[in-house]
């Protein structure tokens, strides 16, 4: 039944005319001029959707009369306009919905109702990784290894794609996602006919990366989820929500010179971090948005994850539309987005309404100066002033643990197992090459990194690493040799117009090569290490570090071997490549002397922001984006002649990459009984801040892991072990390698890091995978205690698909992130919550218990749980159900959300 409030309207501009649901008819005695511009673009969604039985006068009311003081209670649907994917998340999504097909059937139902309803784009960028650096033959060989590695997925993807309506693929070597869906994707508005009429709406959607949210720099709605809600979506199901706080950021001033908007964003990170804004949306606004060019915006919008929001989102103004034109969108889309934005209230100047907000922050933009974020986090912001000083307590903490560790006996290297007693070197150790020697020490910058989707989308701090890589070249200034370098371009715009301005020759000759197009060394495909200086830092125990220009540097991501991770811009990136270490202090050491033994120092090689303006105005322009988007879905030759199977089905292949998941085996028409948990053990029990970086397998695949152990089962070399983010595909590689972090720290293995637990039924120390076996056999239900911000991190679905195949019921947190919560009720896990003030700790739980657990009711707000220690009296306790919504206990119900589409659709006569 239709919405009282849901009226149409037409607009016209220039020869079109368009449908639209204009907010200031469905007021319901709120001001909506006056909503966030967010919660406009949600309005709006409603007001579209009002004949489908998800939206009510009541989820409109509540939303146009929207109370920022109140806490959040309405649920709401949103239906986004497209879904967006990369490789890592995409692959598995196209196998559930292959594997979907074929439960389809088993059910009696057409596998064609298994198909994306609207539009789904997959790019191809999380694959690439730096085997080859440092030498111009580099792109090259690593994307020529990546498709062999690759072929199989590829093939798979190419199948899909012929498969599934609505479906693209961009191929390998393209870009990184987020920055093609910023130059190329993004719409700005929609049209859709529908009958005898041409809807106009705003550019929406979700996708199954985190850093989605970098589109909200154009004032398009959209975040991450993981791959389990975003196939849900590609399948017709809203996404359910409720309606959020929203945070304002008022942004006065602008930056001063010599920082950077990495500067910037590291600096409102860590002050959203301190406000609190899990699960809120951040809309920016003020004086300063006039400063603040379209890529800066985007820097900022990119690392709403790191900082916890939901989104982090800038409205439309003209500096939107100038950005468009600039990437080459038609005048008429131009015209489109502009008028719509207009006539339904969205438009930012100088005259709009301030909108109210839950809360507001504010921030000087003239305060921001120069800043490293690190070691682990990407909230953990420096002073570059303070650099030295905050690496040299880092360095102490660890020598002060190592040295206690070693003298005990008890320090755990990767795989778990006791290291030498020997004390870890305090003075280094010398490599030697055929060139020469080095002294290789604690806080050795092994790897230099300029990546991520995060910087290499804004012109001006590439160009910025240029000038710094030119004036370094012209003093005669070398990277050290233990360093690692790569640069990994966004799109193949950047390498047009670094080669335009000669900076790229600047750049390639301190060894910064392009090494591939797509997201690399931030998701922890850096590649090997030179042997030598592998062995050096495993031999000395030695504190190395890496610097990206990244958005992600959690423990054991950025490389296994480098314990120290700093996110820094792309100019501080070529900087530190030449310090060559992380206890140098920036300001007043040297980076090298003249030929007259002058030394040079960083503010010898900073270019000015005019240095910084003339090179970008001059040399980036339209014509460059139309020519490089053009034949953007094409590929080369090796990517068009894979040969794909023509069929509905997919005819699963003998493939260690892609394999038929278990997910939907036995699944019966009928939707099962909750049950209670009874007799469940403790699997893992871990502290704060346990990542999906810890949980979801990725980065290297040890030989000697479970994972590895398979693939040289199944006849994999060890030199083809690829990533696990590459193999995805494959939920045999996955479960093996879920909790396997070089750096997990599972109390209930005391003095190990990596994948070890205690099988509680023997008593023995073993795999997490070996003891899930066990407990699986003897019929024993599973459960995780952790502490605060469990799930933070990236938007793996493997994170919540591991452990649901690991034989996980049930996680006990002091508090979740947003993505993940959602993510365990969409594998049909359930998501607990201990009371404020009570831990594991306070209760006294140490994760020997047996644990019950009564059967959860629809709406039930909390749950008793009863812990017995073997051999004493039991301890129970309240714990808060995270089902948020009633749609999420259908989901839980069903045992997970694709069981919920999937007998819908096999029941449907649709």
């Known amino acids: 039944m239709a919405t009282q409030y849901s009226r149409e309207q037409i607009l016209s501009i220039n020869d079109g005319r368009y449908t639209i649901y204009p907010l200031d008819q469905a007021s319901a005695g709120g001001d909506t001029s006056t909503l966030p511009y967010s919660l406009k673009l949600l309005l709006e969604n409603l007001l579209r959707h009002g004949n489908e039985d998800f939206v009510s006068d009541g989820d409109i009311e509540a939303l146009a009369n929207w109370d920022p003081t109140a806490t959040p209670a309405q649920e709401i649907a949103f239906v986004p306009a497209r879904v967006l994917l990369q490789d890592f998340t995409g692959v598995p999504a196209i196998v559930d919905l292959a594997a979907m097909r074929d439960a389809m059937v088993e059910l009696g139902g057409e596998p064609g109702r298994i198909n994306p309803l609207s539009p789904v784009e997959l790019v191809i960028d999380h694959s690439v990784m730096v085997d080859f650096f440092g030498a111009d033959d580099s792109l090259t060989r690593n994307t020529d290894i990546e498709i062999q590695r690759n072929l199989e997925r590829y093939q798979f993807l190419r199948w899909g794609q012929e498969a599934f309506?609505?479906?693209?693929?961009?191929?390998?070597?393209?870009?990184?996602?987020?920055?093609?869906n910023l130059e190329f994707l993004a719409r700005g508005v929609f049209t859709a006919t529908q009958g005898d009429r041409t809807v106009a709406y705003p550019d929406t959607l979700v996708g199954t990366d985190s850093h989605t949210t970098m589109i909200n720099a154009l004032g398009v709605l959209g975040w991450g989820v993981g791959g389990i809600e975003a196939e849900a979506a590609m399948l017709g199901q809203p996404v359910t929500m409720l309606i959020p706080e929203v945070v304002g950021f008022r942004l006065n001033g602008q930056l001063p010179e010599g920082t950077t908007a990495t500067d910037l964003v590291l600096t409102v990170t860590q002050q959203l971090r301190s406000h609190g804004v899990v699960g809120k949306f951040v809309e920016f606004f003020g004086p300063g948005l006039q400063h603040l060019s379209?890529?800066?915006?985007?820097?900022?919008?990119?690392?709403?994850?790191?900082?916890?929001?939901?989104?982090?989102?800038?409205?439309?103004?003209?500096?939107?539309?100038?950005?468009?034109?600039?990437?080459?969108?038609?005048?008429?889309?131009?015209?489109?987005?502009?008028?719509?934005?207009?006539?339904?209230?969205?438009?930012?100047?100088?005259?709009?309404?301030?909108?109210?907000?839950?809360?507001?922050?504010?921030?000087?933009?003239?305060?921001?100066?120069?800043?490293?974020?690190?070691?682990?986090?990407?909230?953990?912001?420096?002073?570059?002033?303070?650099?030295?000083?905050?690496?040299?307590?880092?360095?102490?903490?660890?020598?002060?643990?190592?040295?206690?560790?070693?003298?005990?006996?008890?320090?755990?290297?990767?795989?778990?197992?006791?290291?030498?007693?020997?004390?870890?070197?305090?003075?280094?150790?010398?490599?030697?090459?055929?060139?020469?020697?080095?002294?290789?020490?604690?806080?050795?910058?092994?790897?230099?990194?300029?990546?991520?989707?995060?910087?290499?989308?804004?012109?001006?701090?590439?160009?910025?690493?240029?000038?710094?890589?030119?004036?370094?070249?012209?003093?005669?200034?070398?990277?050290?040799?233990?360093?690692?370098?790569?640069?990994?371009?966004?799109?193949?715009?950047?390498?047009?117009?670094?080669?335009?301005?000669?900076?790229?020759?600047?750049?390639?000759?301190?060894?910064?090569?392009?090494?591939?197009?797509?997201?690399?060394?931030?998701?922890?495909?850096?590649?090997?290490?030179?042997?030598?200086?592998?062995?050096?830092?495993?031999?000395?125990?030695?504190?190395?570090?890496?610097?990206?220009?990244?958005?992600?540097?959690?423990?054991?991501?950025?490389?296994?071997?480098?314990?120290?991770?700093?996110?820094?811009?792309?100019?501080?990136?070529?900087?530190?490549?030449?310090?060559?270490?992380?206890?140098?202090?920036?300001?007043?050491?040297?980076?090298?002397?003249?030929?007259?033994?002058?030394?040079?120092?960083?503010?010898?090689?900073?270019?000015?922001?005019?240095?910084?303006?003339?090179?970008?105005?001059?040399?980036?322009?339209?014509?460059?984006?139309?020519?490089?988007?053009?034949?953007?879905?094409?590929?080369?030759?090796t990517w068009n002649t894979l040969p794909v199977a023509d069929s509905e089905l997919y005819p699963w292949p003998d493939s260690t990459y892609v394999r038929k998941p278990t997910f939907f085996k036995d699944i019966s028409a009928t939707v099962p009984t909750v049950k209670a948990l009874e007799g469940g053990r403790c699997l893992v029990k871990a502290g704060d801040s346990v990542t999906t970086d810890h949980i979801s397998p990725a980065g290297a695949i040890a030989p000697d892991s479970p994972a590895g152990r398979y693939l040289q089962e199944q006849g994999v070399d060890i030199a083809d072990f690829n990533s696990y983010g590459s193999r995805r595909g494959n939920h045999e590689v996955m479960v093996r390698g879920t909790f396997a972090n070089v750096r997990m720290r599972n109390q209930l293995a005391p003095a190990t890091e990596g994948s070890w637990t205690t099988c509680f039924l023997d008593g023995e120390v073993t795999s997490i995978y070996e003891a899930a076996e066990r407990y699986h056999a003897a019929g024993v239900?599973?459960?995780?205690?952790?502490?605060?911000?469990?799930?933070?991190?990236?938007?793996?679905?493997?994170?919540?698909?591991?452990?649901?195949?690991?034989?996980?019921?049930?996680?006990?947190?002091?508090?979740?992130?947003?993505?993940?919560?959602?993510?365990?009720?969409?594998?049909?896990?359930?998501?607990?919550?201990?009371?404020?003030?009570?831990?594991?700790?306070?209760?006294?739980?140490?994760?020997?218990?047996?644990?019950?657990?009564?059967?959860?009711?629809?709406?039930?707000?909390?749950?008793?749980?009863?812990?017995?220690?073997?051999?004493?009296?039991?301890?129970?306790?309240?714990?808060?159900?995270?089902?948020?919504?009633?749609?999420?206990?259908?989901y839980y119900q069903n045992g997970g959300i694709l069981h919920y589409v999937l007998r819908r659709l096999a029941g449907s006569g649709d």
């Open 165 to 180: 309506d609505n479906f693209r693929v961009v191929p390998p070597g393209t870009g990184i996602v987020h920055q093609v």
């Open 294 to 637: 379209l890529a800066d915006r985007a820097t900022i919008a990119n690392m709403a994850p790191e900082y916890g929001a939901t989104c982090g989102i800038f409205p439309v103004d003209a500096e939107t539309i100038n950005y468009l034109r600039l990437t080459g969108r038609t005048e008429e889309q131009l015209a489109l987005i502009e008028g719509y934005m207009k006539a339904m209230g969205m438009w930012h100047d100088e005259n709009s309404p301030e909108a109210r907000y839950s809360a507001t922050l504010t921030l000087e933009l003239e305060d921001v100066v120069p800043s490293l974020a690190g070691p682990k986090r990407p909230q953990d912001r420096i002073a570059l002033t303070d650099s030295k000083t905050a690496f040299v307590k880092v360095l102490q903490e660890f020598q002060q643990l190592a040295v206690v560790s070693t003298e005990e006996g008890d320090w755990a290297e990767e795989g778990g197992q006791p290291a030498s007693n020997e004390a870890i070197a305090l003075n280094g150790i010398t490599v030697k090459r055929k060139d020469g020697s080095f002294q290789l020490e604690h806080g050795a910058v092994v790897i230099a990194a300029i990546t991520s989707c995060t910087n290499t989308s804004n012109p001006a701090v590439l160009v910025a690493a240029g000038l710094v890589a030119r004036k370094a070249r012209q003093l005669g200034l070398k990277t050290k040799p233990w360093v690692k370098t790569s640069l990994a371009p966004g799109s193949k715009v950047v390498t047009e117009y670094l080669e335009k301005t000669g900076l790229l020759d600047d750049l390639e000759a301190l060894g910064f090569y392009i090494v591939g197009y797509g997201c690399t060394t931030c998701i922890g495909n850096s590649g090997p290490l030179p042997d030598d200086i592998d062995a050096a830092i495993r031999t000395a125990n030695l504190f190395a570090t890496s610097v990206l220009s990244g958005n992600r540097n959690f423990e054991g991501r950025i490389h296994q071997d480098v314990r120290g991770n700093y996110l820094a811009s792309p100019p501080l990136v070529v900087a530190y490549a030449l310090a060559g270490n992380m206890g140098v202090d920036l300001y007043k050491d040297p980076l090298g002397h003249t030929e007259d033994g002058a030394p040079i120092t960083l503010r010898d090689l900073w270019p000015t922001n005019q240095e910084i303006r003339t090179i970008v105005d001059s040399a980036v322009n339209a014509d460059m984006f139309r020519s490089k988007y053009a034949d953007v879905y094409t590929g080369n030759d």
């Open 781 to 890: 239900p599973l459960v995780v205690l952790a502490g605060k911000e469990y799930g933070t991190g990236s938007s793996r679905d493997w994170a919540a698909k591991g452990p649901s195949l690991l034989g996980v019921s049930v996680v006990i947190a002091e508090s979740f992130e947003r993505i993940h919560r959602s993510n365990l009720i969409g594998m049909g896990i359930l998501p607990l919550q201990f009371e404020a003030g009570t831990t594991a700790e306070t209760l006294g739980l140490t994760g020997e218990e047996t644990f019950t657990i009564p059967a959860v009711e629809p709406d039930q707000s909390s749950v008793q749980v009863t812990a017995t220690p073997p051999g004493g009296e039991p301890v129970t306790f309240d714990v808060r159900v995270r089902i948020d919504t009633p749609n999420e206990y259908s």
